[in-house]
């Protein structure tokens, strides 16, 4: 199986995996247990992985709250912040945003705060204008996303921070795609939380993370009661290994020369599908982009029929969301101008900063057949 679907879910990286796998032998101890010799050695474990993730982000080891992922990490921002007392009740969030981030949007609307989206432009970005016109005094919070996961097109986030903290307001970043690739400095961002992933970037499954900044620390109220873990924010026995295995990836980010090296790749099985899909369209900006993505809307194959032709082979998604099983058009393409049967036609690819050579060329052979099967089913049904 070539696997091209890094953006759903990455393989762990070699060194974390055995990272993970140790701390399941020796750290057996609730990191929590403060009586006893086992119990501290979990704990040093856990802070040492804090520290690796504050390292990552130019961040400090007590602004980093484990959470289960970046959807806890999501809510926890979201929600947190959200005092309905606050003279402050407007949100404002992109279009294009994870349902991690509207979905809480949504329940706060339904709760009465006014919440308004950013309009995205055909070039899969954020309109950074109307941003900038749709926060105001009334602010409490801004939240979005560093990297898109469809298009993988990065966001204005340095305009927002200057518009959010003109006003007062605060700054969320959802950087679940961005950690692993982006050089994030946190205090210079100017976002005040920053939400993070595992699995997302050579880590384990289960585990992210939030960075809260210091001075807002107070503000943030937890989602969930019952401990006075991760300094009250998230009460709940910490999984040592998998913040270990976390930690552990975030100190093997991808250098540049590794990143070009990626995105060649990608670039190198781009220009083959394109050259294999007449009248096929690349969605997002060539700019600004995740050098491992292709959102690809094809002239006249149904995604769902090559995603299933490429099986069991390789590892694709198609462009749409599925929620408990029921495909709809993808919000993001939608919002971005497409139609809902240009949505049915469209992928999404995303390669690793581990595929090879080898399997870019395995997979383009393989897409050749399947496109050709496709073709041949189609005309033979006419």
């Known amino acids: 199986m070539i696997y091209l679907d890094h953006q759903a879910s990455t393989p762990m990286h070699p060194a974390a995996l055995t990272a993970l796998l140790a701390s399941i032998v020796e750290h057996n101890a609730n990191p929590h247990a403060s009586e006893h010799a086992a ?41 947190g912040v959200s005092d309905a007392s606050c003279s402050r009740n ?67 986030v340095a305009e927002a921070a200057l518009a959010a903290a003109a006003v007062g307001a605060l700054l969320h970043v959802d950087a679940a795609q961005a950690l ?47 401990g006075e873990q991760e300094d009250g924010l998230r009460p709940g026995t910490l999984p040592t290994p998998l913040c270990v295995g976390f930690g552990e990836a975030c100190r093997h980010i991808s250098g540049s020369a590794e990143i070009d090296q990626w995105r060649q790749r990608t670039t190198r099985l781009e220009t083959a599908l394109l050259a294999m899909l007449p009248g096929a369209v690349v969605n997002g900006s060539q700019c600004y982009r995740h050098p491992g993505t292709i959102s690809l809307t094809t002239s006249n194959l149904d995604a769902d029929s090559l995603v299933a032709m490429l099986q069991p082979h390789v590892a694709i998604s198609r462009g749409s969301a599925c929620t408990s099983g029921i495909p709809e058009p993808s919000h993001v393409l939608r919002a971005m101008g497409l139609t809902a049967a240009e949505c049915a036609r469209t992928l999404r690819i995303s390669t690793g900063r581990t595929t090879t050579d080898e399997e870019i060329t395995f997979a383009t052979e393989h897409f050749r057949d399947a496109t050709s099967r496709y073709n041949r089913e189609r005309q033979q049904a006419a």
């Open 39 to 79: 119990g501290w050695k979990a704990a040093d474990a856990v802070d040492v992985a804090r520290q690796a993730l504050a390292d990552a982000i130019r961040a400090d080891a007590d602004e980093i709250v484990f959470t289960s992922g970046a959807t806890e990490a999501n809510n926890l921002a979201i929600f």
């Open 90 to 156: 407007r949100i404002v969030v992109s279009a294009i945003e994870h349902k991690a981030v509207l979905g809480p949007a949504r329940e706060l609307a339904r709760r009465g705060f006014e919440v308004v989206f950013v309009p995205v432009c055909r070039n899969g970005m954020i309109d950074a204008d109307r941003l900038k016109g749709l926060i105001n005094e009334r602010t409490l919070l801004v939240s979005l996303m560093l990297v898109n996961n469809e298009t993988g097109v990065v966001q204005p």
């Open 180 to 226: 692993g690739w982006i050089t994030i400095d946190a205090h210079a961002s100017g976002a005040d939380m920053i939400s993070m992933s595992g699995h997302k970037m050579g880590g384990p499954k289960g585990i992210g993370a939030l960075w809260v900044r210091r001075e807002i620390r107070k503000k943030v109220k937890p989602l969930l009661h019952g």
